[in-house]
């Protein structure tokens, strides 16, 4: 089992920054990879960011060059840094982790982000 815990979300303005975090326990061992999601209302679920073991990482084209993945293994944590924030990336972020040996998915609860223009 993992626990996925996601923090940072907020109200910001067109162009700021926000960082969202993702903590993970449990089974974490078990991860071989992470990512961030979002839905907007009236949209499907979309993949933002993924990182894998090893390090790769993958990112969606609406956010390539804005948006960085990165983690900090000792604090379990995945951290999504967000640039040149848009109106359009207003959301619910979730945080996924997937196990390596049963390929299931875990999910957290979502953090809100909002971006005015």
């Known amino acids: 089992q993992v626990l996925l815990v996601e923090s940072g979300g907020g109200l910001v303005q067109a162009g700021g920054s926000l960082r969202l975090a993702c903590a993970a326990s449990?089974?974490?061992?078990?991860?071989?990879?992470m990512g961030w999601h979002r839905q907007a209302p009236g949209k499907q679920r979309e993949l933002v960011a993924a990182v894998i073991s090893g390090g790769s990482t993958n990112y969606a084209d609406s956010v390539k060059g804005r948006f960085t993945i990165s983690g900090d293994n000792a604090k379990n944590t995945v951290y999504l840094q967000m640039n040149s924030l848009k109106p359009e990336d207003t959301a619910v972020y979730y945080c996924?982790?997937?196990?390596?040996?049963?390929?299931?998915?875990?999910w957290g609860k979502g953090t809100l982000v909002t971006v005015s223009s």
């Open positions: 996924s982790a997937r196990q390596g040996y049963s390929g299931m998915d875990y």
């Open positions: 449990g089974s974490i061992s078990s991860i071989n990879a």
